[in-house]
């Protein structure tokens, strides 16, 4: 079929974590065949298992990895051992090429919706900024939103040396894997985790700024269930896998970016793309982000230095972190 082309301006990123921003699928790997080299299984996880436990929360997770590893000890024993090996490893997590300035950049985008504010306030006439070219080339803030199958503790666990990184993600734009708004047995590659991501930001959204759609979001994922629960959730989608998982499906790229791998399990055909429908796109890196093709006008660093992009902090969770503006399991 024809790709779609006419698609509005995105104003909302929606980021899963694990993979994508973040270092961690190696650390996974690596604590998981120390296990099996434990308990006498050499070898290693191979990624056509390790491409189904991505993305899903720990309990689908763990099912699907026991029914195959067939280990010698109970389950509890196993997440036990297993989550040592985390608290050891994943404090040297580190975020993966291209993503500090595509957060960065997103998070200057704030610059538009406060030159409005300044604009407005000095002419009382609720105009907004008067840029040349503002009618031609419309300039917006992207919100940002973060969707992790991560729970709270291994989230802290993981991002606690990165609080700069992830301060861009307000708290109350953080949608994590034991999100009571999450029914149980609705994770990845179910939709449900992306539209309670849209719903916080639309929650938030300043005075008078309309409600942002799905076909407005872009979300960003790495797993091939993540790809399928944004597509369900009716949004773009950008599809950065691990070098090896995009080894895993060589040949089905197409079908990954339709979201029709059936990960989820037999669903209506209505709800999940086509092939070539132009709603995904497969990045290699995040490095130099093709803003121009999503609509996306990212202010040059030199706003920064303006007094309205000045501010002292926020408040997330109760602590009061300072805001580097573009930077305030999956």
């Known amino acids: 079929m024809a790709p779609r082309t006419d698609f509005p301006p995105v104003r909302a990123c929606l980021f899963d974590m694990?993979?994508?921003?973040?270092?961690?699928?190696?650390?996974?790997?690596?604590?998981?065949?120390?296990?099996?080299?434990?308990?006498g299984k050499p070898g290693g996880l191979p990624w056509s298992i390790k491409a189904k436990l991505q993305g899903r929360p720990g309990p689908a997770a763990n099912k699907l990895f026991h029914d195959w590893a067939q280990l010698p000890i109970s389950q509890d024993q196993?997440?036990?051992?297993?989550?040592?090996?985390?608290?050891q490893h994943f404090p040297a997590t580190q975020p993966l090429p291209g993503v500090e300035k595509l957060l960065g950049d997103l998070g200057r985008t704030r610059y538009w919706d406060l030159k409005k504010e300044q604009h407005t306030s000095t002419n009382g006439n609720g105009a907004s900024h008067n840029d040349a070219?503002?009618?031609?080339?419309?300039?917006?803030?992207?919100?940002?939103?973060?969707?992790?199958?991560s729970h709270e503790a291994n989230f802290r666990l993981k991002t606690n040396h990165l609080t700069e990184l992830f301060s861009?993600?307000?708290?109350?734009?953080?949608?994590?894997?034991?999100?009571?708004?999450?029914?149980?047995g609705r994770g990845k590659p179910l939709p449900d985790i992306y539209l309670v991501a849209l719903k916080t930001l639309n929650d938030s959204l300043p005075?008078?700024?309309?409600p942002i759609t799905p076909e407005e979001c872009l979300v960003f994922e790495d797993s091939v269930p993540g790809v399928e629960a944004g597509r369900r959730?009716?949004?773009?989608?950008?599809?950065?896998?691990?070098?090896?998982?995009?080894?895993?499906?060589?040949g089905r790229e197409a079908e990954v970016l339709a979201g029709r791998t059936g990960e989820a399990g037999d669903v209506d055909l209505h709800q999940v793309g086509e092939i070539d429908d132009g709603w995904a796109e497969f990045l290699p890196t995040m490095v130099d982000f093709p803003f121009d093709r999503y609509k996306i006008t990212v202010p040059p660093v030199s706003v920064e230095d303006e007094p309205c992009m000045k501010e002292s902090g926020i408040i997330d969770n109760g602590e009061v972190m300072q805001v580097v503006d573009g930077a305030t399991d999956a």
Request: hydrophobic share 40%; glycine share 6%.
């Open 18 to 39: 694990d993979g994508l921003l973040l270092d961690t699928e190696d650390i996974y790997s690596l604590c998981v065949n120390i296990i099996l080299q434990r308990y």
């Open 78 to 87: 196993y997440q036990k051992e297993y989550y040592e090996l985390q608290a």
């Open 133 to 149: 070219d503002a009618a031609v080339t419309p300039k917006n803030r992207v919100h940002i939103a973060l969707a992790t199958s």
């Open 168 to 184: 861009v993600f307000e708290g109350h734009r953080r949608v994590l894997g034991d999100d009571k708004r999450i029914p149980a």
């Open 207 to 210: 005075p008078g700024e309309k």
């Open 233 to 250: 959730a009716g949004m773009r989608v950008i599809w950065c896998p691990h070098p090896m998982l995009l080894k895993e499906y060589k």
